[in-house]
């Protein structure tokens, strides 16, 4: 996993979105993503109540770009295609007998869209607009026009009715993202007395995007490698939801997501990956996908979830195939066992518990009362070293208190009584136990464990090695990453972490194995 940074790309989008973040408070995350599915040639909805700045939102991203122009509406059912796609051409229509509108300043001719309360729209303009948002067309009169619209900021109070004719349009918003109002204290009276006009284009000209860069950066996005790690954690990702669907409780609150957004999902990924200066994608980056799954707020919290314990759990763990390895770790464990360790089976003499917590005196005599002594005294008795002990009878009662010690022989008690020793066997019975002799391996069954050590120690090896030479490097940028919180660093960090430990623990166990049967 080589990981390549390009500093010049990464100190220009960091200077630009400080500047668009200016004077903003709490619209950090709206900024930053608005402008991350802009350069991705994407959508993005926003969800919220009004004047929470949604529409600042959209003012500021069009001062990221140098050349073009923005084009912003607040729709309502009133609302007609004339308005958002231009007027008729009446000097062609008279003229040339041609049904076309004129687009200069209005959506088609825009390269920065906002339309506000998205939903009202009618449905001339819900095609019109699918069309758009599908393949960056505007069928103009009888002609298919190329739009150059960079990015497409949509924003309502309210989602979709559920089964409308609009659940087309939302299906094309990759990101999606609820904006509230200001939460921190100190951050709302900042707000409420700061005097600087948010609305004024402030940002520096050598730092906004021109038409020839974002085309230059568009090509270069599409070379960004996507390494086996995020390939991993999105297809856990996506089994993740499709579990959590086939619940039977979830059968009205589907995750449903098509693969034509699984593709724009990766396009954001090396987006976000070329922004920040990197040549692959990594697994900070996948935390973006949060954003992109949703389909109402309710789910948001199950889709952190599935996305959190997906980059924690299995990110570089199926990187490096440990299931595979640990299985196969396993597996030689177990072959060599079944050769070197041969179990046999002995019959044996045990005593026999009564009442799980007393042992049986067999006496012939009637010399003292008392026939069962407690196990846990038994077992503290020592030979030529008598104690004091209980005895019970057979309905165990305490009967009697004598000395006693374990006799000579296996089995057996010494009991005092009367300045006279008696010795007294115990009840046994007979029982099977199960005995393991190693035997030494034949020297060609020893070759062949000898190879396959050695492979699987140096697959471990390899897997080792490329953790210990790019997680410095994966590490040290992964809390700076400028679309994602650097809190969630530490997930990253936890998965790294413990599947090193883990590759480390299957070498440990190598060495116990190859000491087995080299040692027999």
Known sequence: MSIAIDHTVRTKVAALLNGLCRGLYEREEAVKLALLSAIAGESIFLLGPPGVGKSLIARRLKYAFREGSSFEYLMSKFSTPDEIFGPVSIKKLKEEDKYERLTDRYLPGANIVFLDEIWKAGPAIQNALLTILNEKIYRNGGEDMQVNIRGIITASNELPPRNSSLDPIWDRFLLRLEVGNIRQFRNFLNMITDTKDVYEDDIDEGLKLTEEELRNWSERIDEVEVPAEVLNTIQVVKVRMEEYNARPNNADKLITVHDRRWKKIVRLLRTSAFL?????????????????????????????????????????????????????????????????????????????????????????????????????????????????????????????????????RQFTIDVFYNSERYTYPLRTRQAERTEVIFKKPHPIVAQHWDERLQRLNAYLDQQLEKIRNNAPNELNHLDENLFVDAELSDVVKANLREVAEALQNLKLRLEKVQYGYGNV
């Open 276 to 408: 920040n200066g990197r040549a692959q994608v990594d697994l900070m980056d996948c935390f973006l996908m949060v954003h992109c799954l949703w389909s109402k707020p309710s789910q948001m919290d199950i889709i952190r979830e599935i996305v959190t314990e997906a980059i924690r759990r299995h990110g570089y763990t199926m990187a490096v195939n440990l299931q595979v390895v640990k299985r196969e770790v396993s597996d030689f464990e177990e072959d060599v066992d079944n050769e070197i360790k041969v179990k046999h089976t002995i019959s044996e003499s045990q005593l026999m518990p009564v009442e799980e917590e007393y042992y049986e005196l067999l006496k012939e005599d009637d010399k003292f009362e008392g026939v069962l002594i407690n196990i846990k005294q038994f077992r503290k008795l020592q030979m030529e070293e008598a104690e004091v002990v209980n005895f019970y009878d057979k309905e165990l009662n305490l009967v009697n208190r004598l000395k006693a010690q374990k006799g000579a």
